[in-house]
């Protein structure tokens, strides 16, 4: 029994010298992208100074002619281990992403379309504006290409 339990103590010596068991956590950074469908240069059809801006790590606007904003899939905050733009699929069956500032509510839901205008399609981008929770209300804004289009 002795020589049993000691040859057993040897390989769990051996086998403790010969196998790394740390874990090396990853170090490297995950950046954010947003979906292709989405990206572009968009003119809001509601209001007539409002941009969005979508590129390949950026989701940037303008909200009348002062207000400019921009959230980045590369910045990352001080305190933070993720960046500052989120983008969610989630389980949505009609294809909206969840687009805003990461590790808080505040964001939209976005989804690309197509929009008919006196006969010719434009495409669009559907975006819901969450408005109150009980009832759960929305409200709908479209953005397109062109700067001109009117209703």
Avoid: C
């Avoid at 040859?7 to 740390?22: N, R, W």
């Avoid at 995950?30 to 969005?52: A, C, D, E, F, Q």
């Avoid at 009348?64 to 969610?88: A, Q």
């Amino acid at each position: 029994m002795k020589r049993f339990i000691k040859g057993l103590a040897i390989i769990g010596i051996t086998l403790v010298a010969f196998t790394d068991t740390t874990v090396q956590a990853s170090a490297k950074r995950h950046y954010v992208k947003t979906p292709t469908s989405l990206r572009g240069n968009w003119y809001s059809l509601n209001h007539v100074h409002n941009t969005l801006s979508i590129t390949k790590y950026t989701f940037s606007g303008m909200e009348g002619i002062h207000n400019h904003w921009k959230l980045s899939g590369k910045k990352f905050s001080k305190h933070m281990s993720t960046p500052e733009l989120y983008v969610g699929k989630g389980d949505s069956p009609r294809g909206y992403y969840w687009i805003g500032l990461s590790s808080t509510d505040a964001g939209q839901l976005y989804r690309r379309t197509t929009l008919k205008f006196h006969g010719k399609k434009y495409s669009a981008i559907k975006q819901l504006n969450l408005i109150s929770y009980n009832p759960v209300k929305y409200q709908t804004t479209y953005w397109t290409h062109q700067k001109n289009l009117k209703r």
